[in-house]
Every structure is written in C-alpha cells, then in structure tokens.
Antibody
Framework: QVQLQQSGPGLLKPSQTLSLTCAIS??????????WNWIRQSPSRGLEWLGR?????????DYAVSLKSRITINPDTSKNQFSLQLNSVTPEDTAIYYC?????????WGLGTLVTVSS | QSVLTQPPSASGTPGQRVTISCSLS????????VFWYQQLPGTAPKLLIY???QRPSGVPDRFSGSKSDTSASLAISGLRSEDEADYHC???????????FGGGTKLTVL
C-alpha cells in the first residue's frame, strides 16, 4: 500500500521559492508504471494540477501550461521521494499543496501542506 | 474558471438519490474517461470513480458514474449523512496536455 508523506515550509514571502518534498513508501519513484504528481487547492481556483514526473526508461516531466516558467518537479531516487519547486511566489500561490501517485488517476494522496504567501 | 463545469452545490435527504453533473469542454469532450473524487471535510480528496463508472475497492455500490459525449454524472443512491462532502470531477485535457478539474460540488445531506 503506497503512502505519501509531505514536508516543507508553510509560510513564504512574495518572490521566494516554494519547496515541498513528498516521501514515498510502498512503491518506487523509479517505477515504470507510476507517475508522481503535485496538485494544489485554493478557494478561488479549486483543484489545480501542477505537474508530474515519471520514469519510462528515462525521466519525463509534464507541467501545467500556466506554471511552466516557474515550476520544477524532480525525483530523488536516493531517498525515494520527489519534490516541487515553484519560483517567484505571490499571494495567488497560497493553497493547500498535495502530492499524489497516478498515471491514469490520482490515488493515493498525501495529507496536504498549507502554504501561505504573505508579506 | 474551471475547464469542467459542475454545479457548486447539491443536496438531498437521507435515503434519497442525488446526481451531480460534470460538463465537458470542447478541449476534453473527446476523451474517453472522467474520474470522480470525494473530499470529506478537512481531508485530502479520495478516488471515488475511475474510468467513468469503475469503483475502487472499498467504495460502496451506492456510488455510480456514467458518461455521455458531452457530460458525466455521479449518482449517489441511499444517501447517508457521511456522504456530505465535496465531489470533484477530473479529466485529461488534450489541448492543455494536462489534467483538469471541475470546480467541485458541495453535497449537503439535509
């Protein structure tokens, strides 16, 4: 049974970089059948898919078009985890951030991390 | 504004049958599959229905999904108080090359 454990700071100032990590147990980040996603949720935007990383003989990344210039999702095979970096945050990036497993659907989900961007 | 369109709210009394709709947009209307997630208060979303009408293990058969060319629906029969939650539909969007969600429907059990 896959479990996802999120970590990272919950309070940022505008222009800083958001960094979150999702530790995986019960599967491998290098699995040839899984994909590892970040999704966020805010009252104004609802659920928003941010992007994913996955391994199919080599590493691939897909990112939401709206965030492509600011986002990086990286695997860390040594720690069996993956990370999210979002540059130049603004208050609009305030949301609950979830990591989740899924190539074809999202299951399971991490518990979520509330990230607040405020000066 | 969400790519998939859901009603913001729905309600029913215990034992009733309720349905929640999810209208597709032109950029994902051709996709074969819609997915549904249930989000209980204060928790992360949970997969409820996959590939239009398939239930993961552990999801009661009171929950069912369907899809037509232009929309999908989630039906909950024998409504129970513990079904009070937000319900989100999702689909892959070819034009965006990414996943999109509906705005979510808050279900109230009266």
């Amino acid at each position: 049974q896959v479990q996802l454990q999120q970590s990272g700071p919950g309070l940022l100032k505008p222009s800083q970089t958001l960094s979150l990590t999702c530790a995986i147990s019960g599967d491998s980040v290098s699995s040839n059948s899984a994909a590892w996603n970040w999704i966020r949720q805010s009252p104004s935007r609802g659920l928003e898919w941010l992007g994913r990383t996955y391994y199919r003989s080599k590493w691939y990344n897909d990112y939401a078009v709206s965030l492509k210039s600011r986002i990086t999702i990286n695997p860390d095979t040594s720690k069996n985890q993956f990370s999210l970096q979002l540059n130049s945050v603004t208050p609009e990036d305030t949301a609950i951030y979830y990591c989740t497993q899924g190539s074809n659907w999202f299951d399971p989900w991490g518990l979520g991390t509330l990230v607040t961007v405020s000066s | 504004q969400s790519v998939l369109t859901q009603p913001p709210s729905a309600s029913g009394t215990p034992g009733q049958r309720v349905t929640i709709s999810c209208s597709l947009s032109s950029s994902n209307i051709g996709n074969d599959y819609v997915f549904w997630y249930q989000q209980l208060p204060g928790t992360a979303p949970k997969l409820l229905i996959y590939r239009n009408n398939q239930r993961p293990s552990g999801v009661p058969d009171r929950f069912s999904g369907s899809k037509s060319d232009t929309s999908a629906s989630l039906a909950i029969s024998g409504l129970r108080s513990e079904d009070e939650a937000d319900y989100h539909c999702a689909a892959w969007d070819d034009s965006l090359s990414g996943w999109v969600f509906g705005g979510g429907t808050k279900l109230t059990v009266l």
